[in-house]
């Protein structure tokens, strides 16, 4: 097993217990008690766990909203495959709005070769286009620790200012009932901003995040152009999606 392997194993794991002992993580990733005491230490300084003599304490087994670091080792899987079904709608010189988030990150190395021009919403997403074929702009305004997304008055008026061909919406939250939701209104205002700046609103969301509350509503469905997801509608939701004049596209 690989380290990042070893590393979304842990994580996944304290997101539904408060801890776990080095010797039980150890057993369930097959390796020893010295690996895993190397990759806890290196788990900690990520800020995705906290350390304590023989064991592991989770962060967010309280309902607090998991930090960038571990949700970057979550799900990975499924966000590439959303990534590259994204990237495959966009057409070359278009300009685009890419959100911020752990998803928004791996679609922006999907979308690193592309002649396009993107305006990404994190300094992680822009990392990974730069050097690419795609032109990169940035919003400006402060850069939020750990996430390092772009929010604030600045980078909302300089969103708003702008015409996107494409806005590519990465929820905190998603269900067809009330829509885009966020858990910070700083957040809530990019992701308003982009949307109301663009043709069309692409939606990518894997399945871990429906039919979650969020205390921000940001958008309702009908405002969705096209949602990718690996998650599977129900008949209740196909109905609503049917409603909202949302088309949806399930990997």
């Not at 994580?11 to 390796?31: D, F, H, S, W, Y």
């Not at 999907?110 to 992680?124: G, I, Y």
């Not at 390092?148 to 300089?158: D, T, V």
Request: overall charge negative; glycine content about 6%.
């Amino acid at each position: 097993m690989t380290a990042e392997e070893r590393h979304r194993r842990i994580t996944e794991l304290l997101r539904g217990r408060e801890q776990a002992t080095v010797e039980e993580i150890a057993e369930l990733c097959g390796t020893s008690t010295a690996t895993i005491r190397r990759d806890l230490d290196l788990l900690e300084q990520r800020g995705v766990l906290k350390r304590v003599h023989g064991a592991a304490i989770s962060l967010i087994v309280g309902g607090a909203e998991p930090g960038y670091q571990q949700r970057a080792l979550e799900n990975q899987r499924a966000k590439i495959r959303i990534a590259f079904a994204v990237a495959g709608l966009l057409n070359p010189q278009e300009f685009v709005f890419l959100d911020s988030g752990s998803t928004a990150t791996q679609i922006a190395v999907a979308l690193k070769e592309q002649p396009l021009t993107v305006m990404p919403d994190s300094l992680h997403a822009a990392r990974e286009l730069a050097g690419g074929r795609a032109e990169v702009i940035l919003p400006g305004g402060t850069v939020v620790e750990q996430e390092l997304a772009l929010r604030g008055p600045l980078a909302e008026a300089n969103i708003r200012s702008l015409r996107f061909d494409t806005a590519i919406i990465t929820p905190c939250t998603f269900d067809l009932k009330t829509g885009i939701m966020g858990h910070d209104l700083a957040d809530a205002a990019i992701k308003r901003a982009a949307i109301a700046s663009a043709q069309r609103v692409i939606v990518a969301c894997h399945q871990e995040k429906w039919n979650r509350p969020s205390p921000v509503v940001v958008s309702p469905a009908e405002a969705i152009d096209l949602i990718i997801t690996d998650h599977r509608l129900s008949a209740e939701e196909s109905e609503l999606a049917k409603l909202a004049h949302l088309e949806v596209t399930s990997l």
